[in-house]
């Protein structure tokens, strides 16, 4: 026990915890803080560039809240439906569409 704390106590003076968790924590910060506290997350692609590429809005739940999560995907979803969205990355994938509206 004394080892950890005499561990972390030269983390904390040297500057190197700080660095760890900039260079750890940096890159994705908010994915990292849920995934290290175990909290249930979604992204869900709720609005569009003019060029048509999806942004997505990420929801973060209680513990244990995974179904409270993929209840809200499902019914934004029937709300504003992104099924038949896609971005047009691939000129050869590329299909015409006249509308936002879902097929059928």
């Not at 709720?46 to 809240?65: Q, S, Y």
């Not at 969205?85 to 015409?96: C, N, S, V």
Request: one cysteine or more; a neutral charge; glycine letters at 10%.
């Amino acid at each position: 026990m004394l080892a950890k704390e005499r561990v972390g106590k030269l983390l904390k003076v040297s500057g190197m915890l700080d660095q760890i968790i900039a260079d750890n924590l940096g890159w994705v910060p908010y994915t990292q803080l849920a995934n290290l506290t175990g909290r249930p997350t979604i992204s869900l692609p709720l609005h569009w560039t003019a060029t048509g590429l999806p942004l997505g809005v990420r929801f973060v739940g209680r513990l244990g809240a995974d179904g409270a999560l993929l209840q809200l995907a499902a019914q934004l979803e029937q709300a504003c439906p992104w099924f038949h969205r896609y971005a047009d990355l691939d000129p050869r994938l590329a299909q015409p569409h006249e509308s936002d509206q879902p097929p059928g």
